[in-house]
């Protein structure tokens, strides 16, 4: 079965991190370009930070850059988001995706990538 399950999200008050993880189950993420995306109540879902098979290229939405930061490592069949300096617009259930594509700006306004966690919420509130 293929499956990727997020984790690392949680309640925090503004200007706290938290660290996301993507890990991948029933095949090797290093064939895929992986995602963040978010959406929060009544807003569309976008992309917000995206990364290469290598991780070499990575690609970030306005609002986040900065701020977070995408990263992998194959060897784990995992990939992360730090985030820092959260504010109370970063609200939303956070998903990853993977898809095989060699451009990550591509995957980031993707509407239906390949492969996809169930999402985990992160909260930012004092």
């Known amino acids: 079965q293929l499956q990727l399950v997020e984790s690392g999200g949680g309640l925090v008050q503004p200007g706290g991190s938290l660290r996301l993880s993507c890990a991948a189950s029933g095949f090797t993420l290093d064939a895929y370009a992986i995602g963040w995306f978010r959406q929060a109540p009544g807003k569309e879902r976008e992309g917000v930070s995206c990364?290469?098979?290598?991780?070499?290229?990575?690609y970030y939405v306005d609002s986040v850059k900065g701020r977070f930061t995408i990263s992998r490592d194959n060897a784990k069949n995992t990939v992360f988001l730090q985030m820092n300096g959260l504010k109370p617009e970063d609200t939303a259930v956070y998903y990853c995706?993977?898809?095989?594509?060699?451009?990550?700006?591509?995957?980031?306004?993707?509407?239906?990538?390949?492969?996809w966690g169930q999402g985990t919420q992160v909260t930012v509130s004092s």
């Open positions: 990364i290469s098979k290598s991780g070499r290229f990575t």
């Open positions: 995706a993977a898809d095989a594509v060699s451009n990550v700006q591509s995957l980031c306004v993707m509407k239906r990538p390949r492969y």
